[in-house]
């Protein structure tokens, strides 16, 4: 299922492109083009050709790890993206982390303490987050957290200048703690902390109201009055008996909010100017440097196809039916 | 048994028809009208409940004004939407700020006044001047008309198409249910906001094709829903009662199965309105969607980002104004699940 949907994707993408975008060459070579230049920069790229030998030549240089050349820089599209792909990575990671932890704390409170001050408050925060257009979270937390006046955490960027960590994955965070440089941890975990919060909060809403569902239904089964009966303490019963059954549908929704974020981080890195591929991708829209638009697209798809599809493998770890062995307390 | 069902797929029809042109209390009228189709009572109620057969579409709207949450997002609602109506009706039509003959709206929302940029909140400008001197009061209602039509059609365009493939795939089923899913799954394997900008750039920039974008995106969503329903409809008896009958496919998709899919459409509908009012604003914000001078929430947020620490005002108003509405929709989309689920109704 994965091949097939990627490649109905990169059809889609290259259709509407190739085919029904307007014609680059005028934005990329300047108002001022003629028109045998536009031509020759035309065939250059290949675009004169037949549009199926067109997707078949791109495809053949996909299979190979080749996604073509940007209009404007001539360098390969993989470098350009793989420049720029760490830093999301590491924000959508920190964001659905920090959308993880606390969605599933504020739903399980709220199921356990239904009814209650706590289930209000986690209702409202997940109301609240679904909302927020998260753009504006992030220019609102800016407002109150970088101001001249404040200055608790920086303003954008992912590190101060010249800070940079040595290159190894390309994660900041990552890096910084392999080469023991804990000034630029320090400092990448502090610019970190605005993006993901707000890259993760729609996702902490989603997870919130979807835990707090899932255990409110978990909490009502037989097992759980069974455990309760049998003596065991009402935190062991939450946790271990209710929120484990609880935990396939939350991942599922994990699984689906990581895509999502990657959308969100179009966004986010508008806002905090987080030198990632979202705001690349804008960029390039901006300006039709459709090969760098293509790439990114299909890169997002994958992550997207190949998370759920991981989310689905995940079931098998977490479902407690399907363990056979190592049986403890019961 | 399934010339009963049909009569009431009817008369629920109708009644939908009623509900949307009258207020839905006053078609409570005789309640008696219903008897044969009620073909249990409801003895669990209260005594008042116990001899009176339900109306559907009556209970559903007991229950939701019965959500105090969902009533006030519908005020609210009802609120912007009839500011976003009436009040753009007495904008100044000259390029004034002072005119005689308004009262309510006193600025032009794209008339500019070099005398009076960036001015804080004040009793003559209620959310204060932008970095051209024109009246945020004015262009945050202005905004109104522009997030609730964009969030209104879209979400039309996006029913109309995506209601249209998800019964086709989901009724008539074989290789084309096949080919026309796998199609939406490819579509919703790329994030909305990510196709809404790939589409842009095919279409161009502005609010009209920000429009056909943001449904365009929307349209797996609906489909997938309709045609999970409609599989779960398509074997009741009343289905086959209605092809035995001999009525056309069409006539047994519109008539039979897509009023018991309507429930599940309303609310998708609602909370749609408030995801494609976030996605207008997104787009307007990464200055696609809307071009100035023309208001519009998003646009005005991503215009004035560079003010962000000295006039939080032109930032904060616009914001504030795209959060109520979403939220408004979202409370009201809930409320309106609730209502239809017989379950949880509030009682």
């Known amino acids: 299922m994965v091949i097939p949907v990627l490649i109905g994707v990169s059809i889609i993408v290259f259709c509407l492109l190739r085919v029904f975008a307007p014609d680059p060459a005028p934005i990329v070579l300047g108002e001022h083009a003629t028109a045998a230049s536009m031509k020759a920069w035309r065939d250059s790229q290949g675009l004169n050709k037949p549009v199926v030998t067109q997707y078949v030549n791109y495809m053949k240089g996909v299979f190979h790890g080749d996604l073509g050349y940007s209009y404007y820089t001539n360098t390969k599209v993989t470098d350009e993206i793989m420049a720029r792909f760490p830093a999301t990575i590491e924000l959508a990671i920190t964001a659905i982390i920090f959308a993880s932890i606390f969605g599933i704390i504020l739903g399980v409170i709220a199921a356990v303490k239904k009814n209650s001050i706590f289930d209000a408050a986690s209702t409202l925060i997940a109301l609240v987050g679904v909302s927020i257009p998260i753009f504006w979270l992030g220019i609102l937390l800016m407002m109150i957290f970088c101001g001249p006046s404040t200055h608790i955490f920086p303003a954008g960027g992912r590190i101060t200048p010249l800070m940079d960590p040595t290159h190894i994955t390309g994660l900041y965070t990552l890096d910084s703690l392999f080469t023991g440089n804990w000034a630029a941890f320090k400092d990448a975990v502090w610019h970190l902390v605005l993006p993901s919060f707000t890259l993760g909060m729609y996702s902490m809403a989603i997870i919130t109201r979807i835990t707090r569902s899932t255990m409110l239904d978990s909490l009502n089964q037989d097992y759980v009055r069974t455990a309760r009966a049998k003596g065991i303490r009402e935190v062991m019963v939450v946790m271990k008996h209710a929120l484990r059954n609880s935990m396939i549908p939350v991942t599922t929704v994990i699984g689906l909010q990581f895509g999502a974020l990657l959308g969100g981080a179009l966004l986010t890195e508008s806002v905090f100017s987080w030198p990632g591929i979202g705001k690349f991708t804008v960029d390039c829209i901006l300006k039709s440097d459709f090969p760098i638009v293509q790439g990114i697209v299909l890169l997002i798809a994958a992550i997207f196809v190949l998370v759920n599809l991981a989310a689905d493998i995940a079931y098998a770890f977490l479902d407690p039916r399907i363990r056979y062995t190592s049986k403890k307390e019961e | ?347």
């Open chain 2, 1 to 347: 048994m399934a010339k009963n069902r049909k009569d009431k797929i009817g008369e629920l029809m109708t009644e939908a028809q009623h509900n949307e042109a009258s207020a839905p209390p006053e078609t409570a009228a005789d309640p008696r009208v219903e008897t044969e189709t009620a073909l249990t009572k409801n003895v669990v109620g209260d005594e008042t409940l116990a001899e009176k057969p339900e109306n559907q579409w009556v209970e559903m709207w007991r229950s939701l004004l019965a959500n105090k949450a969902a009533t006030i997002s519908l005020f609210l609602i009802l609120f912007i939407v009839l500011v976003a109506i009436f009040v753009p009706m007495f904008m100044p039509k000259t390029p004034t700020t002072n005119p005689v003959n308004s009262k309510i709206m006193l600025y032009n929302p794209t008339v500019t006044n070099m005398s009076a940029v960036r001015q804080p909140p004040n009793a003559k400008h209620w959310f204060g001047t932008d970095d051209l001197g024109m009246d945020i009061f004015s262009r945050v209602i202005a905004g109104a008309r522009v997030s609730l039509s964009v969030g209104v059609i879209a979400v039309a365009i996006a029913l109309a198409l995506g209601v249209t493939v998800g019964a086709v795939a989901g009724y008539i089923g074989g290789w084309l249910d096949t080919v026309l899913m796998r199609f939406m799954d490819m579509m919703l394997a790329v994030p909305s906001i990510l196709l809404a900008i790939t589409l842009m750039a095919v279409l161009g920039k502005g609010i009209d094709k920000a429009v056909i974008a943001i449904s365009l995106v929307y349209v797996p969503e609906y489909a997938r829903i309709v045609r999970s329903t409609i599989l779960s409809i398509k074997e009741n008896d009343y289905i086959a009662a209605a092809r035995l009958t001999g009525d056309s496919q069409s006539r047994i998709i519109f008539r039979h199965v897509l009023p018991n899919t309507l429930s599940v459409i309303i609310v998708r509908a609602t909370l749609g309105i408030s995801g494609a009012i976030l996605d207008t604003a997104a787009l307007g914000f990464l200055g696609m969607g809307v071009q100035p001078p023309q208001a519009e929430w998003g646009a005005m947020l991503g215009w004035a980002r560079g003010y962000i620490f000295q006039c939080p005002w032109m930032l904060i108003f616009p914001g504030m104004a795209i959060t109520l509405s979403v939220l408004a929709f979202n409370l009201l989309g809930d409320g309106l699940r609730d209502a239809f689920d017989p379950k949880a109704r509030v009682k």
